[in-house]
């Protein structure tokens, strides 16, 4: 864990989570791969659930996962 890490957690309590890009098991954002960590899922599954979104959505899971990227990280 970096200084950065260090003092940017320091404020909010242990048990209190937060989003991240998860790179290590992104394909390719990490976007799906940090839902995945943040909720204790297999990150397959988010990819599944965002592949039938894309699909049945009409693009709309497009969408939502380019402003996580945006936003998050």
Do not use: E
């Not at 943040?38 to 988010?46: E, N, Q, R, S, T």
């Amino acid at each position: 864990m970096s200084d950065l890490d260090r003092r940017n957690d320091a404020g909010r309590p242990s048990g209190q989570k937060k989003f991240r890009l998860d790179h290590a098991n992104g394909k390719i954002a990490g976007v799906c791969g940090g839902i995945a960590r943040y909720f204790g899922m297999d990150p397959l599954i988010v990819r599944i659930i965002f592949a039938v979104g894309a699909v049945a959505g009409f693009g709309t899971f497009i969408l939502i996962y380019l402003a996580i990227w945006l936003l998050a990280d």
